[in-house]
């Protein structure tokens, strides 16, 4: 079920435009427009429903602001759109523990606010370490950081920090503050630096002097940022979403360089990463396989490439449902590769041997037409092999699956594992 988002918003054009916005964002937006009409919406309501609320600064029966503070009370991170923005409103604004504001004559602010809700969904899976000696200073620094939906630990000394990042792992972002006592901060960050990449862990030093030299000190230490307390919450909020949004930006672009295209598999580049990796630890046994469909050509020829490549997607589902435990890719035309690693022959050759069957038994559905296929698969056993040896073992196989008749498993185990 799809989070909700409160709309408290007196204009019929903005709620509109609001309630699309909401519903392009993937959530389910509750529409109001007023206090007492949200008051009696969310009493029947739980606030761990709800992603955020959106309320109009000023509404006929609540001029000042009282429905942000409804909304805040409730325990929903409130975001607050606002039509006048002099300095006063802003400071009201502010002053409340709400996520953001967003001007409401501005057309861009409303692709902010998209952004704002996207931010705010997958903040929920984000952990954050605050570390530092002040309690005070940590709980909210850490409050600031909750209103966006992070996930937050706190703690006073690097030592607790190290723990945290032991037992927590998706922690992305790390604020630490310049007067830690158990070690000095910036011998921290660069010994967290030899572990975590900056786009692994964003490391955001703290000071309360800015005009120490430790801004430039923290970033020669590893830190991807640095900020002076007290914070300006805006100029807190961008630092974070700048840091978090690159580690995002980064995962992206290495899951994209990873994965084949069309079958969301793990391409033949990343495959030889993983599989040297499992290979250090010289596993006492392991198995690798090709398979390859049959006579895929003809099913291009007679239906189209569009066909083809509904054939791939599904044969690449099996293959991942079946190999689950297997390290599987898309080494290219119609070609894959499962690694099988910590498995006997006899249970290699069981798992290839079934998954022949049930590419056999699942023809594919393209266009109301049934397409049948089949695949051969070469599969080498011998332990000891490197992963080129393998590779060049499993293809002779295959090309004896092919040559002996398609729809088979061909192996060299010796006879005794058959
Ligand atoms: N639809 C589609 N076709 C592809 C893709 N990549 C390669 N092909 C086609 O896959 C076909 C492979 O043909 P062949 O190598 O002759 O293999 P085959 O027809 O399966 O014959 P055998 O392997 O001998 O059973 C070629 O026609 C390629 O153009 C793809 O991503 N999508």
Redesign the pocket.
């Known amino acids: 079920m799809p989070m909700k988002v409160l709309i408290i918003e007196d204009s019929s054009t903005n709620i509109g435009l609001l309630k699309k916005l909401v519903e392009m964002a993937g959530l389910e937006a509750v529409l109001t427009t007023s206090l007492t009409a949200a008051r009696h919406v969310f009493i029947h309501s739980e606030p761990e429903d709800y992603l955020c609320a959106i309320v109009d600064y000023d509404l006929p029966d609540a001029p000042h602001g009282e429905a942000i503070d409804y909304a805040i009370n409730s325990y929903i991170p409130t975001i607050v759109s606002t039509g006048r923005l002099d300095e006063d409103i802003r400071h009201g604004v502010l002053s409340r523990d709400v996520v953001d504001y967003i001007p409401k004559e501005n057309a861009q602010m409303y692709d902010y606010l998209m952004r704002l809700l996207a931010r705010l969904q997958k903040n929920k899976h984000i952990s954050v370490i605050v570390v530092g000696p002040k309690r005070i200073e940590r709980k909210a620094t850490a409050a600031l950081l909750r209103r966006h939906n992070f996930i937050t630990f706190e703690c006073a000394t690097a030592r607790e920090a190290d723990n945290l990042l032991a037992e927590h792992t998706n922690v992305k972002l790390l604020f630490v503050n310049s007067a830690i006592e158990d070690q000095s901060a910036t011998q921290f960050v660069a010994g967290l630096r030899k572990r975590y990449s900056k786009e692994e862990l964003a490391i955001v030093g703290i000071t309360d002097d800015p005009n120490s030299l430790l801004a430039a000190r923290f970033i020669k230490s590893g830190a991807n940022d640095f900020i002076g307390r007290p914070y300006c919450h805006e100029e807190f909020l961008c630092r974070v979403n700048q840091n978090i949004e690159l580690i995002e930006n980064v995962e992206t672009i290495r899951r994209t360089a990873n994965t084949d295209y069309?079958t969301g598999l793990p391409n033949r580049r990343h495959f030889f990463y993983t599989v040297n990796k499992y290979q250090r630890n010289q596993p006492a046994h392991q198995a690798l396989a090709l398979v390859?469909?049959?006579?895929?050509?003809?099913?291009?020829?007679t239906h189209?490439?569009?066909?083809?490549?509904t054939?791939?997607q599904a044969t690449a589902k099996s293959i991942a449902l079946h190999c689950a435990d297997f390290i599987v890719a898309r080494f290219?035309?119609?070609e894959f590769c499962i690694y099988m690693p910590d498995v006997s022959a006899a249970e290699a050759i069981e798992a290839m041997q079934s998954l022949c069957s049930i590419i056999s038994s699942a023809p594919v559905q393209f266009n109301n037409i049934e397409l049948a296929v089949t695949a051969?698969i070469g599969l080498t056993t011998i332990p000891g092999h490197n992963i080129e040896l393998m590779l060049t073992h499993a293809d002779k196989l295959l090309y004896e699956a092919?040559q002996s008749g398609?729809n088979r498993v061909v192996h060299d185990a010796p006879l005794t594992t058959r």
């Open positions: 069309l390859d469909l049959d006579f895929f050509k003809a099913i291009n020829d189209g490439h569009d066909a083809g490549d054939v791939l290219g035309g119609e051969s092919k398609r």
